[in-house]
């Protein structure tokens, strides 16, 4: 199963380095960097890793065996945690805002996979929403979902 999800990992980010390649300008009108350039680094830097891991698990794919039904149970709850988490994010963006719906993230999220460390998931899940909200509203300025905080301020 590791093998054919680090596979489609792979085909996902040769696609995403094509189309972005195809799609966006590397240049601007101007002869300067264009928006085609993100694409490219972040595709070239998930294909490189990607094919790493296919590669690994290729090797490994005969030596691991999934005999054991008690930890193939383990990970399809933390899956279905993962998925009711980032549910949770998706469909709660436009109604909190995006601040206040990543923080709803980390806390469910870390209260689940980093049991009994309060203090550090409750830091972490006040501090991730602030740099994500100072780099993208205010440095980048490509605005965030408002929501609750746009009745407040």
């Not at 490994?60 to 065996?65: E, F, L, M, Q, Y």
């Not at 719906?101 to 009994?116: D, I, Q, T």
Request: charged share 10%; with cysteine; proline share 3%.
């Amino acid at each position: 199963m590791r093998f054919w999800f680090s596979l489609s990992t792979f085909v996902f980010a040769v696609g995403f380095t094509l189309m972005g390649i195809s799609t966006l300008d590397l240049f601007d009108f101007n002869g300067r960097p264009g928006p085609g350039y993100f694409p490219l680094i972040i595709g070239m830097g998930l294909v490189i890793c990607t094919s790493i891991n296919v590669f690994k698990d290729g090797k490994n794919r005969h030596r691991i065996s999934s005999s054991d039904g008690d930890e193939k149970s383990l990970y399809i709850s933390d899956t279905v945690v993962m998925v009711a988490c980032i549910s949770l994010l998706v469909f709660t963006l436009n109604f909190l805002g995006a601040v206040l719906s990543m923080v709803a993230f980390c806390m469910s999220f870390l209260a689940y996979f980093n049991r009994g460390k309060h203090w550090q998931n409750g830091l972490y899940s006040l501090a991730f929403p602030l740099c994500v909200y100072l780099l993208f509203d205010v440095w980048l300025q490509a605005g965030l979902p408002d929501g609750l905080l746009r009745s407040f301020f």
